[in-house]
Structures are given as structure tokens and as C-alpha cells.
């Protein structure tokens, strides 16, 4: 089927429709593009909340499936945003903002201890990273997530 506007899309059958390609397992060279952002999300446990530093990728590794890479866009495509998951209250999110924050900001070159918070959590703005992509399953289809961060170096 040829597609020469967007009705064409609109009509096509679902089952049809391409999904996007997953990040190539490896890692990355990332700076962090901009400021946080805490958002929520329905589940079925109810809304959670979680903080998301959005990322760029500067630089594929060796260990990285270039020609991979090339088919699901390259280095400009959106790279996944660290996320930190909060939790349902306030008790659950006092309890796991640490998970992975102290880790993230220190990975970015930052302080975390003897700073607010607040603080450690703007300080990693334009800060550079390593991240480490694996693959999962979301709803049946692959997706790219972040195993871990560490410092460039």
C-alpha cells in the first residue's frame, strides 16, 4: 500500500502497522539533554510516580550492533530516559528515591552526598554518562532499557 498522507496511515489495519526497533543491547555515551521531570502513571496498584532525566546519546561503543543501529534510526533517535521509580505515597518514595539516584549523579560526575537533593538532582544537567542497554518485553514487544550507568572513563 502506498501511503501519500495520513489517511493512508489512518487506514491501515493495526496488525500492519511497523513498531519501532529497540536500542541495540551495549553501551552508550549520553549526556543528560535536560531538567527532570516527576510524572505519574497509572497502574493497576493505583498511580506511581517516578522522575525522569531525559538523555541524548553521543556515542555508540564497540560492544554496540552498529548495523543494528543504523536500522532503527541511529544515534538521533529519542534515547529512553533514566528513570527513578517513586512509588504510591510519599512513605514509598522517601524509601526508594535513593535507589539509583545517588548512582545516576554520581555516574554523571556529580556530588550527591552533603548536597540537597534538589540540588544533586539539577546538578547532573549537561553531565555525561555511560549507560549499559539491555532488552525486555513490554505488552509482548522488545524493548530497550537501562541496566546500569557509571562514570565516562
Same mark, same amino acid.
Request: proline letters at 7%; hydrophobic letters at 40%.
Given at each position: 500500500? #502506498?501511503?501519500?498522507?495520513?489517511?493512508?496511515?489512518?487506514?491501515?489495519?493495526?496488525?500492519?502497522?511497523?513498531?519501532?526497533?529497540?536500542?541495540? +543491547?551495549?553501551?552508550?555515551?549520553? +549526556?543528560?539533554?535536560? !531538567?527532570?521531570?516527576?510524572?505519574?502513571?497509572?497502574?493497576?496498584?493505583? @498511580? #506511581?510516580?517516578?522522575? !525522569?532525566?531525559?538523555?541524548?546519546?553521543?556515542?555508540?561503543?564497540?560492544? +554496540?550492533?552498529? %548495523?543494528?543501529?543504523?536500522?532503527?534510526?541511529?544515534?538521533?533517535?529519542?534515547?529512553?530516559?533514566?528513570?527513578?521509580?517513586?512509588?504510591?505515597?510519599? @512513605?514509598?518514595?522517601?524509601?526508594?528515591?535513593?535507589?539509583?539516584?545517588? @548512582?545516576?549523579?554520581?555516574?554523571?560526575?556529580? %556530588?550527591?552526598?552533603?548536597?540537597?537533593?534538589?540540588? #544533586?538532582?539539577?546538578?547532573?544537567? $549537561?553531565?555525561?554518562?555511560?549507560?549499559?542497554?539491555?532488552?525486555?518485553?513490554? $505488552?509482548?514487544?522488545?524493548?530497550?532499557?537501562?541496566?546500569? +550507568?557509571?562514570?565516562?572513563?
Amino acid at each position: 500500500m #502506498a501511503i501519500s498522507n495520513f489517511n493512508d496511515i489512518l487506514n491501515m489495519p493495526t496488525e500492519s502497522l511497523p513498531q519501532p526497533k529497540p536500542w541495540p +543491547v551495549g553501551t552508550y555515551e549520553v +549526556v543528560v539533554s535536560g !531538567h527532570y521531570e516527576k510524572k505519574a502513571m497509572n497502574t493497576k496498584n493505583g @498511580e #506511581a510516580e517516578r522522575i !525522569h532525566f531525559p538523555l541524548r546519546a553521543l556515542k555508540a561503543m564497540p560492544d +554496540v550492533d552498529l %548495523t543494528a543501529l543504523a536500522e532503527m534510526g541511529g544515534l538521533e533517535e529519542k534515547f529512553p530516559d533514566y528513570t527513578i521509580w517513586l512509588g504510591y505515597n510519599d @512513605e514509598e518514595a522517601l524509601k526508594n528515591i535513593g535507589r539509583g539516584t545517588k @548512582e545516576f549523579v554520581e555516574a554523571c560526575g556529580q %556530588t550527591f552526598d552533603g548536597v540537597p537533593l534538589k540540588v #544533586a538532582l539539577e546538578s547532573v544537567i $549537561n553531565a555525561r554518562c555511560m549507560v549499559a542497554m539491555k532488552h525486555g518485553e513490554y $505488552n509482548g514487544r522488545p524493548v530497550a532499557n537501562i541496566a546500569r +550507568v557509571f562514570k565516562v572513563g
